[in-house]
């Protein structure tokens, strides 16, 4: 394949607060069973790309604990195959500030690289993408850069964190809007860029020359009118996670049929690691409504609304609504939840009742008995 794949893995992890306290935006959970990195990273896959590049930056052991060495992706290559991109790699004194500074800092395996494009994104984007078809349109447009955009809606400041473009008939991009927060309908950046890996390179050394850090701003943006920016529209399902509300409601989304067919059985298979586990138990007195539910739960008591990670126990008389609960989380006997986020290994004990609100969850941190 003449594509290979970079995937920045803490982008956005200051905007999910206590969620990615201990861990990088790409390892979070999310759907039962499944990491956010898997999203994209099965893109790839399914696009036949086996050379793949994860940068981190800090909080990344859950990270590499999940990907491992890539074997669930077939990605476990002797040549090429999946690279763990940490900080200080390459000689650097400071924890890179942005894309521009984390690119050059993965420099040495984009030299080293084969591939003639490189596929750049980040991870907090759950949608279901045949990237061939991005190359195509890339090559037949003679384009320098193609970026993965979509129609979405901003309704506020905090509604869409990154970038804004405007096209003309033939998708060439005419305008950039970067942080845009004017509400309407816009053509927003899905945070992936495809162009060809020498083009980089070329980029990154005259960023790096001139101190520059943004990679939308200080390229996308700075450079628009000089270099032909394509952009490739995906007209499907897309869920951004950028805040701990749309993660919430990216997770309760997925509560709707159309939407798990959408990401599930789209352009190709979701992979994730493998743990073997028994199948979910549901007690005599378990009443279970609208919930997507993993292996090796125990319900005894009552669940709606709900989205429950493997290991998971409901106790008998506890009712749980409107909540996420992360895996091997104990809910004890006669205990009320409602718009709740459990991290892993959290325990309820019994009688407790805790209550959020649909703009506003309780979150609770890793390992907590309350």
């Given at each position: 394949m003449e594509l290979m794949g970079i995937i920045f893995s803490n982008i956005y992890d200051e905007?999910?607060?206590e969620v990615t306290k201990q861990r990088t935006l790409a390892s979070l959970p999310f759907g039962g069973r499944y990491r956010l990195i898997d999203f994209v990273l099965s893109n790839m896959v399914n696009s036949e790309i086996t050379n793949v590049g994860?940068?981190?930056?800090?909080?990344?052991?859950?990270?590499?604990?999940?990907?491992?060495?890539g074997k669930e992706w077939d990605l476990d290559r002797k040549i090429d195959g999946l690279f763990i991109l940490p900080p200080f790699g390459?000689?650097?004194k400071t924890v890179y500030r942005d894309k521009i500074e984390a690119l050059w800092g993965a420099k040495r395996y984009l030299e080293r690289s084969n591939e003639e494009y490189v596929l750049m994104s980040d991870s907090n984007i759950i949608c279901s993408i045949d990237y061939t078809e991005v190359l195509k349109q890339h090559i037949l447009a003679k384009a320098d850069i193609t970026m993965v955009t979509r129609k979405e809606e901003i309704k506020d400041k905090s509604n869409i964190k990154g970038i804004a473009v405007k096209t003309n008939t033939r998708r060439r991009v005419t305008d950039v809007l970067v942080n845009y927060n004017r509400p309407g309908i816009e053509q927003c950046g899905m945070g992936m860029y495809l162009l060809k890996r020498k083009l980089l390179l070329e980029l990154l050394e005259e960023a790096n020359s001139y101190n520059l850090l943004d990679f939308d701003r200080d390229i996308i943006q700075a450079k628009h009118k000089k270099l032909k920016i394509m952009v490739w529209e995906h007209k499907g399902t897309a869920l951004r996670i950028d805040s701990t509300q749309s993660y919430f409601?990216?997770?309760m989304?997925?509560?709707d049929k159309e939407v798990r067919d959408a990401v599930f059985r789209g352009e190709g298979f979701v992979y994730t690691k493998v743990r073997d586990e028994v199948p979910t138990y549901y007690g005599r007195k378990s009443e279970v409504e609208?919930?997507?539910?993993?292996d090796g739960c125990r319900i005894e008591g009552r669940a709606e609304n709900c989205v429950l990670f493997r290991g998971?126990?409901?106790?008998?008389?506890?009712?749980v609504k409107n909540s996420i609960l992360m895996q091997?989380?104990?809910?004890?006997?006669?205990?009320?939840?409602d718009y709740i986020i459990t991290d892993k290994e959290v325990e309820i004990t019994d009688g407790r009742m805790l209550m959020g609100a649909p703009q506003h969850q309780i979150i609770i941190n890793k390992g907590k008995i309350v």
């Open positions: 905007h999910l607060g994860v940068i981190t930056k800090s909080n990344y052991q859950s990270l590499m604990d999940h990907l491992g060495k390459t000689g650097q409601e990216a997770n989304a997925l509560l609208n919930c997507l539910i993993a998971v126990t409901v106790a008998e008389g506890a009712a091997d989380t104990h809910v004890g006997k006669d205990v009320s939840l």
